[in-house]
Nanobody, 115 residues
């Protein structure tokens, strides 16, 4: 059974930081490029960042460049998203995705940026 479990979300003040984790099981983690997406209320789900299997390549949406960092630890079957300088517009449910011939999604973790 494939499981992607996100954690680390919560309430943070503007300018603050959070680190999200995505723990994978039931798949060969090193076969999958991985991504983070987010979906704000009333909006479509959008790509935040992606990372290649070996950490060699990363890609970021313009709205998070310079503030967020994606990484993965293949030994722990875990992907991370370090989020700094958070803004109220970053408020959303954040999802991890395993990008293979068949894609798998986590259940999401809520991030709320508010004073």
């Amino acid at each position: 059974q494939v499981q992607l479990v996100e954690s680390g979300g919560g309430l943070v003040q503007p300018g603050g930081s959070l680190t999200l984790s995505c723990a994978a099981s039931g798949i060969t983690f090193t076969n999958y490029p991985m991504s983070w997406y987010r979906q704000a209320p009333g909006k479509e789900r959008e790509l935040v960042a992606s990372i290649s299997i070996t950490n060699a390549y990363t890609n970021y949406a313009d709205f998070v460049k310079g503030r967020f960092t994606i990484s993965r630890d293949n030994a722990k079957n875990t992907m991370y998203l370090q989020m700094n300088s958070l803004k109220p517009t970053d408020t959303a449910v954040y999802y991890c995705k395993a990008d293979g011939t068949r894609a798998y999604w986590g259940q999401g973790t809520q991030v709320t940026v508010s004073s």
